[in-house]
RNA sequence: GCUCGAGUGGUGGAAUUGGUAGACACGUUGGACUUAAAAUCCAAUGGCCAUUAUGGCCGUGCGGGUUCAAGUCCCGCCUCGAGUACCA
């Protein structure tokens, strides 16, 4: 009998989902273990081999800790809202919905394929109903908080009221627009409802707000910040424009400082937790107001605010500078400037974000013509405007200080503005001195003498002493824009009345996504869901609940955003825990039992994206008292990229010859991508199949070295457009799920990005096979395991296997582990070793790696049950008869000797050897011998 | 520029965290079995030198250092990769 995969696979495959046997019981009486993977979204190009890799390694996990005995929770589901069947909707008018069952099937049937023990009853979707009811359900219950600083922690919108209502907003430290007008009980009682919603507007923790957003014309939508590369759309490397809309927003910055703070509580990987501490980019300064002096032009002072890490340094002050989109420079520029300062904001504008990150060297700029006072010596200081500040940043306003920042003695030096020194002994005639640590400040009053500390800390309280300023910690996060003009995106459960916008009540959700005739904006611009037709129609239906403010008369608008592709898999965690409850988010004893993610694999890309947006709704979760961590994920690991490794052919510039890549030998040669399924491994591509593939070169001539046609090869990211990619199901038909579950693994470490080449395969499989034969060892290759005690050998090989095998899947080695079941099964092998007592174990060691195989054997083996819950082999030391170890010991590289003897013993032998060397040494080099220390198990010391 | 990470055979990668570098696998070469191929099995495989078996020297990106002992630790470089970018 020979090792049939596909018969095995196909039928185990069936077992488990017959049997459900990867069931997770909510609150069993088990230790719970949860293991998560990022979800995918189900594009039309299926899985590639590099998919899986996180996936295959997580159920591997899953699979050992069910050995262990641990109830797991391995769920899985789709991230299957999203642009890309939208666009295909757009182009073919296929709903995108149909689009996405068709996409999930087909992911699912590869999933299935792989041999997962995914809890498929568990499932979840974004783009359903009865999951993105919950979407919206948090949507509201942000909408109707705010965040109390004072606490630190998100509060009932309600408890805000009541305090305005009897002393305003004057006590409150919260988290709110920074153009929140302070007011009093009397004014806030005084106000209408509308301008009451309009203040409140200020404090929600999502928000309705004109910001400037990316906008990307092509794509006819928004963009997050992470969702821009370069400049660009990460989708389509579209260009990307500033535009001012209405648009929700989420008080992400609320929460900046818990997020850096508690990635302490999590183990994640550093360079993720770094990537994400950089993205909300903490600073430690003083904000500092200038006023202007009034002059002929302008009788008005207007307060300027900056925002500066270098208070110590405001003695340096020489200029200051605005961006050009700050909103004083059309109110302070005088008459005689105004001609300049126009045309460079003009010229400014016109450049675009990539022009300006481009052009980073050349230093422009315009003077407005006003003057600022210094808070302390009272001098006047030049305002000017340059598009080295950023408007996004800060308070888009900076105090100008040559000395001590580069950027700024730049633009000092070319428009020959004065550079004071305000550092002791310090030379500054060619460029800034920005090291803070190492000097101390003169030229500046009473900060004279002190250093950076001292003089920041004493800057800063004489600053508050003449109310021209405090300490302030900046951020470099911004609020994260939330509304997506797009249709396949959950849609706002909210209506507007009199432009104030409403929730709709809770008991009323799902707000279902409404069919449109078209999937592109409406005539006047409005989002796709304008040209919904049932909207108004649902609305009606809302009366039921909100009868208070709507009636059958009245049909008040809708929000015609969607949200955007984070919203949903923000939460999906969770949800996966009580996947059904059409009552709750999720029940407080499903919570209670799950807890939180255990182990989380996923790729590193969505580091300040998706992995920093459901931190932040999880913390906000926490406030609410929903969920009892506010981390999700306790562990985080982040699976390296399987790159692809393309072929390439030669085309001689200029002529339809392909050049063999030998003879290219400075040829002049464009270098095309073939498909890599017409190459064979030793590099030689199929020309008649090629000739097909690409019908342009049919007639084209191949130059050929020893007859033969050789490609180039080149590592790559795997994609489609570069013809790389190797498709699982093919692999799964040739070697099996089994194999390829293996060699994924083999290929190197989980977290480092790997090359796939397909020819290496054949050894894990090569390893499968002979693992079968083990097992059949009876005449014509039957089954047979003898019931006779194993050899003394057999036992030390097992108990080897154990240890390591342990030790590997706790490290999430996984690759070294394979290693180690070849080395196993050639040594087991070689002793013609068939006991049943080393083979039992055997297979439940390879079963996280090999589940179908390892099920296999397990039934010949004689067992009714599924191998998946039989407890994990126990290690054994007594078994390894390898108790001594060598302790090879070298001095000089010329003399060199060896010494055996028992692990946890010996420390006196290897003492006296070394000693007895020593002497030796000393007495060749005239010198006293060195004190020898021993440490057991850990060799030598020698203490002088 | 800044912040992380990595450089080991022809290739992917091991190395008990300071203790015989190159496990395991691919590839290559030779052999067995076969009419042949596939499959399978065996042997060799870092480089150089020597050879009658025994051996010798060099070797983990480069240059220093610590140590009896360095791929591993320290200092200074080089190269590559990832993230971020006029962040005040």
Redesign the pocket.
């Known amino acids: 009998m020979s090792y049939n995969f596909r018969e095995i696979e196909a039928k185990w495959q069936r077992y488990w989902a017959e049997k459900s046997t990867f069931k997770a019981i909510d609150g069993s009486e088990k230790e719970k273990y949860y293991v998560l993977d990022m979800f995918p979204y189900p594009s039309g190009a299926g899985l590639h081999v590099g998919h899986p890799l996180g996936y295959i390694a997580s159920d591997i996990y899953a699979r050992y800790k069910r050995h262990k005995g641990f109830n797991v929770l391995h769920p899985m589901g789709y991230d299957s809202f999203g642009l890309p069947a939208e666009q295909y909707a757009i182009q073919t008018g296929q709903h995108p919905s149909v689009t996405t069952e068709t996409n999930i099937a087909r992911y699912r049937e590869q999933l299935d394929k792989l041999g997962f023990s995914f809890d498929w009853n568990r499932e979840v979707r974004t783009s359903d109903p009865k999951y993105y009811k919950w979407t919206q359900w948090i949507f509201i219950q942000l909408f109707n908080s705010w965040y109390d600083k004072s606490k630190d922690k998100a509060e009932e919108i309600e408890q805000l009221i009541e305090i305005f209502k009897k002393e305003g907003n004057v006590n409150i430290k919260a988290a709110c627009d920074e153009d929140t007008p302070v007011f009093t009980a009397a004014e806030w009682n005084k106000l209408n409802e509308k301008k009451q919603e309009e203040l409140l507007l200020k404090y929600r923790l999502t928000y309705l707000a004109d910001t400037v957003v990316n906008w990307c014309p092509a794509l006819g939508t928004v963009l997050a910040?992470?969702e821009i590369?370069n400049g660009v759309s990460e989708r389509g490397g579209h260009p990307v424009v500033r535009k001012k809309m209405t648009q929700w927003s989420m008080r992400i910055t609320a929460y900046a400082q818990r997020l850096i703070d508690d990635l302490q509580k999590v183990d994640w990987p550093?360079?993720l937790k770094?990537?994400q501490a950089?993205?909300i980019?903490r600073?430690v300064?003083a904000s500092v107001t200038f006023n202007t002096m009034p002059s002929v032009d302008n009788q008005s002072s207007y307060p300027i605010e900056?925002?500066?890490?270098?208070p110590d340094t405001i003695f340096g002050v020489s200029f200051m500078t605005l961006?050009p989109e700050h909103e004083l420079v059309s109110k302070i520029t005088t008459q005689e400037q105004k001609e300049e300062v126009e045309s460079y904001v003009q010229i400014t504008s016109k450049r675009s974000e990539r022009d300006?990150?481009a052009?980073?060297k050349s230093i422009t700029g315009a003077f407005t013509g006003a003057y600022a006072e210094h808070p302390f010596t009272g001098e006047s200081i030049p305002i000017w405007i340059g598009?080295?500040?950023?408007a996004?940043?800060?308070?888009?306003?900076?105090?100008s200080?040559p000395a001590g920042?580069q950027?700024?003695y730049d633009f000092a030096k070319h428009f020959n503005i004065p550079v004071p020194n305000i550092f002791e002994g310090i030379d500054i005639s060619e460029e800034a001195f920005a090291n803070k640590e190492l000097t101390v400040i003169t030229n500046s009053g009473f900060l004279n003498g002190l250093d950076f500390k001292e003089a920041t800390k004493k800057v800063i309280s004489e600053l508050e002493k003449i109310g021209s300023g405090q300490g302030k910690v900046?951020y470099?996060l911004r609020d994260a824009v939330f509304s997506r003009q797009r249709y396949w995106g959950e849609p706002f459960p909210v209506y507007y009345v009199d432009g104030i916008p409403k929730m709709i009540s809770e008991e009323n959700l799902p707000l279902t996504l409404p069919e449109v005739e078209k999937y592109l904006p409406t005539d006047t611009g409005e989002p796709p869901l304008g040209n919904a037709s049932v909207w108004s129609w649902d609305i009606k239906q809302c009366k039921v609940v909100d009868n208070n403010l709507i009636d059958n008369k009245t049909v008040f608008p809708l929000e015609l955003n969607t949200m955007p592709g984070w919203a949903g898999s923000s939460q999906y965690f969770n949800r996966y825990m009580d996947p059904e409850n059409n009552k709750e988010i999720f029940s407080q004893e499903a919570i209670n039992y799950w807890q939180q993610v255990n182990l989380y694999i996923g790729g590193?890309?969505h580091?300040?994206g998706h992995l920093l947006y459901s931190r932040f709704w999880q913390k906000f979760m926490f406030d609410k008292g929903l969920v009892p961590y506010e981390e999700y994920a306790r562990k985080l690991i982040n699976q390296g990229m399987i790159l692809g490794t393309s072929a390439f052919v030669y085309r001689e510039e200029g002529t339809n010859k392909l050049i063999s890549k030998g003879l290219i030998n400075g040829l002049k040669v464009t270098p095309l991508h073939a498909d890599v399924s017409l190459v064979s491994?030793?590099d030689e591509l199929d020309i008649a199949a090629f000739q097909k593939w690409r019908p342009e070169f049919k007639d084209a001539e191949f130059v050929l070295e020893n007859g033969k046609y050789i490609v180039g090869r080149e590592v790559e990211k795997m994609s489609k457009s570069k013809y790389n990619v190797v498709n699982p199901d093919e692999i799964c038909e040739e070697f099996g799920a089994d194999a390829l579950r293996m060699y994924e693994m083999?290929?190197?470490?989980l977290e480092?990005?790997?090359?796939w080449?397909t020819?290496?395969i054949?050894?894990?499989?090569?390893?499968l096979?002979?693992l079968w034969r083990l097992y059949h060892s009876g005449s014509e290759g039957s089954f047979h395991v003898s019931e006779e005690l194993p050899a003394k050998e057999a036992l030390k090989t097992l108990h080897k296997t154990i240890k390591k095998v342990e030790e590997d899947i706790e490290q999430f080695?996984f690759?070294?582990s394979?290693?180690t079941f070849?080395?196993c099964v050639?040594e087991l092998s070689?002793q013609k070793c068939s006991n049943k007592s080393i083979l039992e174990p055997l297979a439940i060691l390879v079963s996280p790696y090999a589940p179908h195989i390892a099920e296999e054997l397990w039934e010949k083996l004689g067992h009714k049950e599924s191998i998946s819950t039989e407890p994990f082999p126990k290690f054994e030391a007594d078994y390894l008869i390898e108790n001594s170890k060598?302790?090879?010991?070298?001095?000089?590289?010329k003399m060199r000797f060896t010494i055996e003897l028992p692990l946890d013993m010996g420390k006196e032998e290897i003492e006296s050897a070394v000693l007895a060397h020593e002497k030796t040494k000393a007495q060749l080099q005239g010198r006293t011998p060195?004190k020898v220390i021993v440490v057991p198990g850990?060799?030598?010391?020698?203490v002088?």
């Open positions: 910040n992470d590369v550093q360079s770094d990537a950089n993205w980019g600073s300064g900056v925002f500066t890490t270098r961006a300006r990150l052009d980073v598009d080295y500040v950023l996004g940043y800060g308070t888009g306003a900076v105090m200080v920042d950027r700024d900046n470099r590193v890309e580091a300040t491994s030793s083999f290929l190197g470490p480092q990005a790997k090359p080449n020819a290496g054949s050894g894990v499989y090569a390893f096979k002979k080695s690759n070294t394979v290693a070849m080395i050639n070689a060598e302790y090879p010991i070298s001095f000089n590289g060195k850990k060799i030598v010391n020698i002088g």
